[in-house]
């Protein structure tokens, strides 16, 4: 019974988690390099959320933003925003 009273907690500080971190990227002004931001995703959802994405959604989340494997960028030009 007590997981389920942590479970809200735990589900609100990956909520203010995400969202203090997005704050602090725009005033940082933080670059990286779309290749390096692409390898970084899957970490990323795994601590944000306490589960590893799937294959499929890795490669559903590079194609909207025109990132190949080889760490290119589609013609589109949208890639990295």
């Not at 203090?20 to 390099?33: D, N, S, V, W």
């Not at 294959?55 to 590079?62: K, N, S």
């Amino acid at each position: 019974m007590d997981s389920v009273r942590i479970l809200p907690l735990a589900a609100n500080v990956r909520g203010r988690t995400i969202y203090l971190t997005q704050i602090g990227y725009i005033p940082m002004k933080t670059q990286e390099a779309l290749e390096v931001r692409m390898q970084r995703i899957p970490a990323y959802v795994e601590i944000f959320t306490g589960q590893a994405p799937q294959a499929r959604e890795l490669q559903r989340f590079q194609a909207r933003h025109g990132y190949t494997r080889e760490g290119t960028q589609a013609a589109s030009g949208t890639a990295g925003h």
